[in-house]
């Protein structure tokens, strides 16, 4: 006899606490022998997910909880990986939405809660960080609530069971007086506000594909939800592709979920999350079903793309000297192989053939792609990324954020300025307790491209800036992006301590002694508005003569570190981002010298 069984997805902004909130669970469910070491976030398994501390895919996992299987999906908190949450809520029946006890909603919380109560779910909260300072959860409770009211939330959503806890110190409790012990509150929410997923065994055959996996034995695997019917090894089955069009072909391999491992079974029924071999061309959304009786579950609809930029070839002096895959044919198998499983990313072939114009739904969204071909060899540049414009209602339209900063009062005059020169309106100012201000705006999407480093020079790097898509509004205006003219290297060669220093009074410079530069590089950012070319290959020229001081170790200003996402940031639309596994450079489109 197959276990009862609860789905339920857990929805929080970035840095709530939602993976840690997964490993208590984890931990208390048994899932770990006594005395096995545990890393923190196991749920993070992906590199850059560990070093950012952000969930980017979403994964699945399933506890045992009084003879009850639970399946707990971790979802992205970020809305650049929207197309993951949305692919996954259609696998639960009930949802698990996290805010901290400080801070309350966020965007993000706004975007995913969104997504989740237009399925019909039903949320339960839990306040986590309540033995944070500052913390306020009665608070963040009725934010919570104003924010289901705001969405459009029903009476039965409304009405949400909510519990305060510490994912970090593994305990949860229904009210701030009780004490806090361990997780099982949550447990026994789980089991008595969730319901038992709708499916019939024994009709025939729906299986929902909403997340694709490789392994080298089995090829393809798919992981999907049960909707109906009962699937088994060996079994026939027939694929429903996104055309309409049939492919028959074998379970050659079933598996299903306990704890952080997969495990083989023989079958399954309705309700229940599983992993599928046998399909080599399976794309998320089709379904699999009954060959005898073919019937296609709705395809899963995921809001559109809103920034872009190009992809090309790397055509600079340093070409292949660091990455290993540097063709067009390379870069464009890579990016047509990620739309196997990036459902929100678009990819179009242009006019010229080391070309590609590469779709996604934000700086962080494309970023990540970004950072995973330079880690796997590949070698090219990016474009500064544009917004999507669209005709709604036969009106131009572009796409706008919602965006929220926390800053120190002091920053709050600078922050309120420079966004309305971005044509940003604010709709809310909250100053809290500690001195410190919350303000939220919508401001147009290409507003913010480039703010990011305009706004931790404003706060000092004190301030916190959160964001996510809001909707498509009429066009708002020219935008005059303002940024200083930059320091572009003369000639090809190796940078002097000699020549950074006598150009100091120039800029900021984005290398050190040592670097390589070639002619058209960019090296840094002029103090002025134009461009400006330098030569900082010069050496000092020697002499007999021993100069006073002349051995004293010159003393050079520290350069600007430009990271992947800042130089995606800083770019014009004259300028490159060159990407290589070992280094990220800036250059110009042109080679043509400006003058001196």
Known sequence: MSLPIRNVAIIAHVDHGKTTLVDALLRQSGVFREGEEVPDCVMDSNDIERERGITILSKNTAVRYKETLINIVDTPGHADFGGEVERVLGMVDGCLLIVDANEGPMPQTRFVLKKALEKGLRPIVFVNKIDRDRADPHKAVDKVLDLFLELGADDDQCEFPYLFGSGLSGYAKKSLEDEGVDMKPLFEEILDHVPPPVGDPNKPLQLQVTTLDYSEYVGRIVIGRIHNGTIRVGQQAVLITESGALVKSKISKLMGFEGLKRIDIQESSAGNLVAVAGFADAYIGETITCPNDPQALPLIKVDEPTLQMTFSVNDSPFCGQEGTLVTSRQVRDRLMRELQTNVALRVEETESPDKFLV??????????????????????QVSQPQVIFREVGGRPCEPFECLVLDVPEEAVGGCIERLGQRKAEMQDM???????????????????????????????????????????????????????????????????????????????????????????????????????????????????????????????????????????????QDELVEVTPKSIRLRKVSKKLVKR
Do not use: W
């Open 359 to 380: 779709s996604g739904r934000g700086e962080l969204h494309l970023g990540i792609l970004i950072e995973n071909m330079r880690r796997e060899g590949y070698e090219f």
């Open 430 to 572: 909250h100053v809290s307790s500690t001195g410190r201000t919350q303000i939220e705006f919508s401001v147009p999407a290409r507003g913010l491209i480039g703010f990011r480093g305009e706004f931790m020079r404003l706060t000092r790097g004190a301030g916190i800036m959160n964001h996510s898509f809001l909707d498509y509004r009429p066009l708002g205006g020219e935008i005059v992006a303002r940024r200083n003219g930059v320091l572009i290297s003369f000639e090809e060669g190796t940078a002097t301590t000699y020549s950074l220093k006598n150009a100091e009074d120039r800029g900021v410079f984005f290398i050190t002694p040592g670097t390589k530069v070639y002619r058209g590089m960019i090296i840094g950012e002029n103090n002025r508005d134009d461009d400006m070319e330098l030569n900082i290959c010069k050496s000092k020229q020697l002499t007999n003569h021993r100069a006073s001081g002349g051995e004293e170790l010159a003393q050079l200003q520290a350069p600007v570190d430009m990271s992947l996402e800042r130089a995606l940031e800083y770019i014009g």
